[in-house]
């Protein structure tokens, strides 16, 4: 019991990891246009694999939850036959993502002046690495099948181990070693051919550029060879002992050490898009400024502004302020002991619906505390307007009408309360 509580907290750490990291990874890609490169796309359809994965995983976690336990019927003989299938498809996309990569990288440094052929044909490679993913798992998906044990149906592959080690042997050459192999290979060639180009010193600004370019393709390769040395560490435990148990020089207890070997196995999609926020500098900083965007939308920053009492109406907004940032500011006024003071309050989003104007009405009423008529006035008048494609929270209109403001703070922060203490 201890053991599989144990199991279940660091499969729930790196599930998590793996959705958040796959996730942003995806998500930097997609929104920054510098950064959509082929060798990028290569590594978002590595993470879009490796969410396939984490889904396909908490399926499977599930299902061994309930003890390996399927329901019958023709409709689960197909559900379980593309489960099984599903269980090898990512893994086998994410071993020969790795190799594609490493042969763009090799023409990005040994061919600089020719346009690699895959950037040309991107969209055909990435879906022609599927269509093999699928065809790879064909076999399985074509002799899967249950097993009734009791009055209960079991959907797994221990059952027809036997009738597989051809298929088993056929696929660990052509989609463990073949890609390995060249992948190791091509990061040979381009690791001799970047540690033998000498650094340019300091001069002009081309012997900077290309110093500068020679930096970045190392930092590349590292990230690239870390990302197939970390396959190596997760996968081949798993393939070593499911090979050793195929031919009966093991026996593997289910429980335990098939456990922590599938869970060995999967910790690769957990860890591999943290590898590209450490060697990365823009997913780094794709990363950081994301948070800070997420980090805006919760808070507010308040600059305060003073005028004369006897003079409300609305002061220009210095040009400082206007050209400081790109967001959208809304103003509120409140009373001191010196007079008033003109609040400009940023607001990075606001949507234009029936919510967002009643936000807007009774978030800056909370902050015009003054007086009841007041506030309610704000309340009528206050409106979320568009400004260019973007919205923000209004107060120009009922601020523009407070010659009678006065007259109302003065009765309810002064008359009103004496009338109080008069009849009490």
Known sequence: MEFQSVLSAVYSIFILASL??????????RTNNSMKTTTNYLILNQACGDLYRTLVELINIA???MGNKWFGGFLGLITCKLFLANLFLP??????????????RFYAVTRTMRTSPLSQHLKKIVFTLWIWSLASSADVLIKGSMKRTGDHF???????????KLFYSITVTLNLFLPLVTTAFLYGIICSKLWSREVPGEGTNQNRRQAEAIKTARKVTLMMITLVALYLLC????YIGITLKFFGYVHINPNKLASSLLLVAFAYSGINPFVYFIYGRNFRNGFKNHCRNFCKRSRVDVAVYHFRAKNIELQEIPSSLKTTTSHEW???ISSTDEGYSLHFIQQVVVWRNAVADFTCKFFLTSLFVSGFLSSTKFIIEACVKKHNTSYYCDLETPLKRGGKLNA???VFKIFLPLFVIIIL
């Open 408 to 410: 109302y703070r003065m």
């Open 63 to 65: 299902f061994r939850s």
């Open 235 to 238: 996968f081949f435990p798993f």
């Open 91 to 104: 893994t086998i996309f994410s071993v020969w993502i790795l190799a594609v990569i490493a042969v763009d």
């Open 154 to 164: 079991v959907c797994h592959l221990e059952h027809i181990f036997e009738q597989w």
């Open 330 to 332: 809304f103003y509120v």
């Open 20 to 29: 958040f990291g796959n996730s942003m990874i995806i998500h930097i890609i």
